[in-house]
């Protein structure tokens, strides 16, 4: 079964402070991972995406991936009011998508 | 803005009605998909077309049909809905379906309200 696991939240964080949004995995045939942000009434729009154990960057984003552990994260730095939304891991076996139910994130000015 | 576009942005119906949604993307993607989602839930994979040729349906009821005319067109016709299909409807499109980095672009939705 393929499943995506992640903390609903919500989470809070003061503006300028390190976000940090979890996701694990039970497939280990996963191969790729990406994370979604959907604002409440508008549709997922990508972050980023990961395949390779370890981190990437992109600007104030970081994603994780450690397939040992079958864990995927995003961090997000200096984060601002208008990252408040869900934020949606996905897994991907290359011929399907399964979405985590998300987590809700709301940044305090 | 997002390439992939989808028409109608809401829609109410009647139970006995029958109506469509409609999907376009002009990337050159080989791969559309209809998602299905309430609200505070993720988006539920409802059909997935691949080269044009129905792929994956999740069981979906036969009140939502899908139709796929060419690589750049999406349709997912409806007839005699119930009130708990009342939804956001998004479709999403994807290079290809079976590569590793296979990324899904989803359009802004449909919301359908059935009455």
């Known amino acids: 079964q393929k499943e995506v696991e992640q903390n609903s939240g919500p989470l809070s964080v003061p503006e300028g402070a390190i976000a940090s949004l979890n996701c694990t995995y039970s497939?280990?045939?996963?191969?790729?991972f990406f994370w979604y942000r959907q604002y409440s009434g508008k549709s997922p729009e990508l972050i980023m995406f990961i395949y390779s154990n370890g981190d990437k960057e992109d600007g104030r984003f970081t994603a994780q991936l450690n397939k040992a552990s079958q864990y995927v994260s995003l961090l997000i730095r200096d984060s601002q009011p208008s990252d408040s939304a869900t934020y949606l891991c996905a897994g991907n076996t290359g011929n399907q998508f399964y979405f985590g139910t998300g987590t809700s994130l709301t940044v305090i000015p | 803005d997002t390439e992939v576009t989808q028409t109608p942005k809401h829609l109410v119906m009647g139970m006995t009605n029958k109506k469509s949604l409609k999907c376009e993307q002009h990337?050159?993607?080989?791969?559309m998909y209809w998602y299905k989602q309430k609200a505070k839930k993720p988006p539920e994979l409802m059909f997935v077309y691949s080269y044009e040729k129905l792929s994956i349906n999740e069981s979906v009821p036969s009140r939502f049909s899908p139709e796929c005319p060419n690589s750049s067109l999406l349709n997912l016709h409806l007839h005699a809905l119930q009130p708990e299909d009342s939804a956001l409807y998004l479709c999403?499109?994807?290079?290809?379906?079976?590569?590793?980095?296979?990324?899904?672009?989803f359009g802004e939705g449909s919301w359908l309200t059935v009455v």
């Open positions: 497939d280990r045939g996963s191969q790729s």
């Open positions: 999403a499109s994807s290079s290809r379906v079976g590569q590793m980095s296979n990324t899904i672009y």
């Open positions: 990337m050159g993607h080989r791969a």
